[in-house]
Structures are given as structure tokens and as C-alpha cells.
């Protein structure tokens, strides 16, 4: 039997209900119709629709508990093939002629959720519709298409990390992934009664550190980054006419109907059931 480390491969199945504990190649999850869970040596990660989650080689667990059957769509990169692709978009032209199959250093991407761009949505699809039917030049040609696309990202990243104020770069990359750590733990968390205490120990920062930083980078404190997961949820399921308000209250981790109701109307500027109206009219 062949080492699963020395290719690259697609995991698509459906289900509602799903643990797995290991380790894994470098790795996107993507999902449909649904979340799931991972949680790794650094932190805990919800991946849905529109988003994907990027985990280097390493232990992790999954966890699927929905109601219907949830789609993932999962790509498994073999060993060194980051490195790969990586090294000949940068190395100069003579030198990839003189040696083909160098290796640049380890790539390290950050472990996070990122909103699917267009040009990584496309070639998921892609992949998806053609996997079962397609041979494996076509397959291996969409695997390193892909991986380009991720190192584009991956290079977006680093110019964030480098606007940080910190002196040293090492200093820099530490606190991107810390914060993004903190930035996930809310997307995952963010229905549930949430302190700063918490998130602040999640990212392994002061909570004062945390604010800071938090803001830097994308903007916006934890409590109004909850907020907008909160409002956006509520406004999903508002548009669904069987969902009853008190229902929705709980499911965005808010306590009585009230509650909801105020907050909603205080960033919306509709009532929750003002909006329900307003949503179905414009279906018609």
C-alpha cells in the first residue's frame, strides 16, 4: 500500500454525523450545506460555506453534528509539493533550468479559515465536477493550479503581516497567527456567551494585548466582530419563514426574544419581523 503523503488526493463524501481524530497532510477543507469543526494543537476552527480552512501537516480532530447531510469537498497535498510550486514561482529562470526539483524553504502557511476568492472557487469546482471522470495528468495539473492559487493568498497574507507595528518580523508573523487564532475561536464560538477572558486565552495574549492587536489587524473589536456573525445569522434565518424568533434568539446565543429583538433593530434599523416582511415581499 502506498504512503498517502506521497500524492495528492480529494476526499468528497457526505454526512450528517462525523468524528475523525489523526494526522494529516497539508490540507483545504471545504463544506456545503453546513459547518464542521476542527480543532488542532493551537486552536478550534469552523469551516462553512464560502470559506475554506488551510491546516499544515500535523494532528487534528473533525467533528460533523447537523441535521442533514453536510458536503465536504477536502484536497490533500503530498509532502513537499508546497515547497515545490512555491520554489519555481520564485526562483529566476536560469536557476530552475539548472535545477529543476529545488526545494525552497517550508512554506508555513497560517492555519485559518479564508473567504473563497473567485479564482479558487472556480478551480475547487473545477476539480470537483471533473475528479471522477478526468485522469490523472488532468487531476495533477488542477492540483498544482490550485496550489498556486493558495500561495497567492499565502503572499497576500504576508503583506499584512508585515504593516504590523512590531520591530522584528518573527514578532509580526507570531501575533498574525495568534490574533488569527482569537479570530477564529469567535466564528466558531460566537453563539455562545463569549468574555474577552476567553478569547484572549485562546489566542495565548494579555486581554489588553488582544484588543490592540485585534483591532490592527482586522479593524474592529471582538465584541463588534460578534455582533456582525450574530446579526448576519439572525438575517439567514429570518429569511426562512418557519423560524420562530425565540428559536433564532437562542441559536445567535442571545437569552430571551427581547434581547434579539433590540439588537437587531439597533444595526439593522428594521425589527427583526420587520425585516421577515421585508425580505418575503422582495421574493415575490
Known amino acids: 500500500m502506498s504512503d498517502p503523503s506521497s500524492s495528492n488526493f480529494v476526499l468528497h463524501a457526505k454526512s450528517d454525523q462525523f468524528y475523525w481524530e489523526g494526522t494529516g497532510q497539508l490540507s483545504i477543507k471545504t463544506f456545503t450545506n453546513g459547518r464542521a469543526y476542527y480543532k488542532t494543537h493551537r486552536g478550534y476552527f469552523a469551516v462553512e460555506e464560502a470559506r475554506y480552512l488551510l491546516l499544515n501537516e500535523g494532528p487534528y480532530a473533525i467533528t460533523i453534528d447537523e441535521e442533514h447531510e453536510v458536503e465536504s469537498f477536502c484536497i ?23 535545477d529543476p526539483f529545488h526545494h525552497s524553504r517550508t512554506v508555513g502557511f497560517f492555519e485559518k479559515t479564508y473567504h473563497l476568492n473567485p479564482t479558487l472557487s472556480r478551480l475547487l469546482q473545477q476539480l470537483k465536477n471533473g475528479y471522477s471522470t478526468q485522469d490523472a495528468l488532468w487531476k495533477e495539473e488542477q492540483f498544482y493550479k490550485i496550489m498556486r492559487a493558495l500561495l497567492n493568498v499565502h503572499h497576500d497574507v504576508l503583506k499584512d503581516v508585515q504593516s504590523l507595528k512590531a520591530v522584528r518580523y518573527s514578532t509580526r508573523e507570531e501575533i498574525y497567527r495568534r490574533i488569527s487564532l482569537a479570530h477564529e475561536y ?11 477572558r476567553d478569547i484572549a486565552q485562546a489566542a495565548g495574549l494579555s ?19 460578534i455582533t456582525e456573525l450574530r446579526i448576519a445569522k439572525a438575517k439567514q434565518r429570518l429569511s426562512q419563514p418557519d423560524c420562530r424568533l425565540i428559536d433564532i434568539a437562542f441559536e445567535i446565543g442571545l437569552n430571551h426574544p427581547a434581547s434579539f429583538s433590540k439588537l437587531f433593530k439597533q444595526h439593522v434599523g428594521l425589527s427583526p419581523m420587520q425585516f421577515r416582511k421585508k425580505v418575503i415581499l422582495e421574493k415575490k
Not at 509532502?79 to 536557476?95: R, T
Open 76 to 98: 490533500f497535498f503530498r509532502d513537499g509539493f508546497a515547497e515545490d510550486v512555491h520554489s519555481s514561482l520564485q526562483a529566476a529562470p536560469d536557476k530552475l533550468l539548472a
Open 186 to 196: 469567535i466564528q466558531a464560538f460566537y453563539a455562545r456567551p463569549i468574555m474577552l
Open 207 to 225: 486581554p489588553n494585548h488582544l484588543l490592540r492587536c485585534y483591532a490592527e489587524i482586522y479593524g474592529k473589536t471582538p465584541h463588534e466582530h
